[in-house]
């Protein structure tokens, strides 16, 4: 039985994960820490609340004091790090809270796992800190490279990639220097339930529900590889359960897409469905207009993300091989799920576009 940490549990991947675990590892106890940043949703965890072995604490990663004492009081043994800023274009608008999240934040976690499991009268056999990063600290590739591997050199172009770079080094320096078992796996794009709708799939599903552009950045022929977040979750559990220590592992779903076509996908799918279900069309009258027409029309080419990154791609081999790693979604089927998902939870999204999803953060310090 483990007793996980697991920071950022409140945001996208995090929340994927906590279900995935609570549902497979039922007499595990999952302690989630979050500061219920604009990307952190309580809602995310309706789900498990009420689990006797569940506890959500509101609280910052930088907060060495708290995580020492969670780390005591749940006697975790287990930390799973997902909190940090993680989105590309707020980094290259404001990069501060990237800086002071992703690199600070994780040293702090580092700092408190080290003196908890290393420092006290007993080592803790077995503690593990897995570090949850991304395929952007790899650079970008041009259509012929070959995908990135974990032997991939290090080239981060944008101020978050630069920071999620920076928190693997230093998670690699905790178990070269001191000893700390640590695990890293850097993925690729996710998608899925509960994914904030300033990303490109949940913005191009909910832009469309409100007859709003679809914005493409630049030509669209940019190209990333696209994994549905249970398969990620999946992946991390296999890390956790056989990865080995000091090592970095790749997740990834092999499935290359342009944004284009991924916009365009996106489209007929909400069109198949308005066809399938005329309810739809009295619930998003909206959509009812760009059905009318073609959803496509609202495609709109604008200009392009500062040193916007061409291509990721992963090469999951040292993943398949050694963990037996195989995502069970294809996109087909994953894109289907996730479409269906927003349309059938607009009560979520709409929390999130009109702000009441954080109202919860309010009434707790009324
Ligand atoms: P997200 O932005 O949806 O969620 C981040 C969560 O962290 C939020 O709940 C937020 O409230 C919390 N948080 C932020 N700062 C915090 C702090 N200082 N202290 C405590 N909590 C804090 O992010 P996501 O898309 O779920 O990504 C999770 C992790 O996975 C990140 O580390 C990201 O770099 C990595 N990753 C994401 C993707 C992707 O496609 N989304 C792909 C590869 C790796
Ligand atoms: O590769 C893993 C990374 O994937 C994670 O580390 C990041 O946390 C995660 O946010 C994601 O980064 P991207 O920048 O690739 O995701 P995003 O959804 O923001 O954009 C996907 C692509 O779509 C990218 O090429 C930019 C483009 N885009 C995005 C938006 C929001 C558009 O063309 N229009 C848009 O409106």
Redesign the pocket.
Known sequence: MKKLLV??G?????ANFVHYWMAKYSADKVVV?????Y??NIANLDSVKDDANFNFVH????DQALIETLLVEHSIDTLVH??????VDRSITGPDAFIE?NII?TYSLLKSAKKVWLDGKSILEGHRFHH????EVYGTLSPTDPAFTESTAYAPNSPYSAS?AASDHLVRAYHHTYGLNVTTSN????YGPFH?PE?LIPLVITNILHDKALPIYGDGQQIRDWLYVEDHAYGIDLVLQNGRVGENYNIGGDNEWTNIDIVKTISKLVEQEFLKNKDLATRFPAAKAAMAQNTESLISYVKDRLGHDRRYAIDATKTINELSYKPKESFETGIAKTVAWYLNNEAWWQSVMDGSYQNWIAEQYS
């Open positions: 920071t950022g409140a945001g996208f991947i995090g820490l979050d500061a219920l940043t990307a952190g609280g910052n990663i930088c997902f909190a940090a800023e993680s989105h999240t934040g949850v990063s991304t395929d999620k993925c690729s794009n996710n904030f990303k």
